[in-house]
């Protein structure tokens, strides 16, 4: 398994460019997040997932949106860059089996916005 | 909404030495509380969780403990090495397959050798 995988690792983008930042999972889990972290603020959730065609909002979702098409992927656009959005942003999944909980996160896109 | 707030933000201890995180959570509901380790430049990793059905949960050198009435929870390492050195966040949960982790703002932990 290659468990969560997010495309690109970096991405430099100017203001009002847009942009989809790819993240994919092969565990076939249900719940899927995207987050943002900064420093200082630790992560703080952007939208969310509980299966394939459902998606709701997060503490931060203003500036960006998510569909969830299939299992396996659930893509982040941002609609028009700002730089209040550079940050590193990862995407995780999750299940619910007997009792275990995990989130699995996935290695991050680090997006500078210039 | 859930707030988390996480203490201290630095903690410098001796190698061998124990250390504590302490968090604290508002929502009365949450009852999943999960801890993350986050080396620099890599994603956060699950290091311990516990369920709020439980009072305390220990892995090796790791420990969580629980305190409901308070809505308190705490990570604690004993026998620090170097390698525990990293960056330790809390997180709290309501959801049932937690893909709502509110999280601490995270304590930057260094083990001096």
């Known amino acids: 398994n290659a468990g969560v995988t997010q495309t690109p690792k970096f991405q430099v983008l100017k203001t009002g460019q847009s942009m989809t930042l790819q993240c994919a999972q092969d565990?076939?889990?249900?719940?899927m997040s995207w987050y943002r972290q900064d420093p200082g603020m630790g992560l703080r959730l952007i939208h969310y997932s509980v299966g394939a065609g459902i998606t709701d909002q997060g503490e931060v979702p203003n500036g960006y949106n998510v569909s969830r098409s299939t299992t396996e992927d659930f893509p982040l656009r941002l609609l028009s860059a700002a730089p209040s959005q550079t940050s590193v942003y990862f995407c995780a999944s999750s299940y619910s089996e007997r009792g275990a909980y995990e989130q699995y996160f996935g290695p991050g896109t680090r997006l500078t916005v210039t | 909404g859930e707030n988390v707030e996480q203490h201290p933000s630095t903690l410098s201890v001796q190698e061998g030495d124990s250390a504590v995180i302490k968090c604290t959570y508002s929502d009365s509901a949450s009852n999943y509380f999960p801890w993350y380790k986050q080396e620099l430049g890599k994603r956060p990793q699950l290091i311990i969780d516990?369920?709020?059905?439980?009072g305390e949960k220990k892995d090796q050198r790791i420990a969580v403990t629980l305190n409901k009435t308070a809505k308190h929870f705490s990570l604690h390492i004993t026998e620090t090495q170097p390698e525990d050195s990293a960056v330790y966040f809390c997180?709290?949960?309501?959801?049932?397959?937690?893909?709502?982790?509110?999280f601490g703002t995270g304590t930057r932990l260094t083990i001096i050798p």
């Open positions: 565990m076939n889990h249900e719940y």
């Open positions: 997180a709290a949960s309501i959801s049932f397959g937690n893909e709502k982790l509110t």
């Open positions: 516990i369920r709020s059905n439980v």
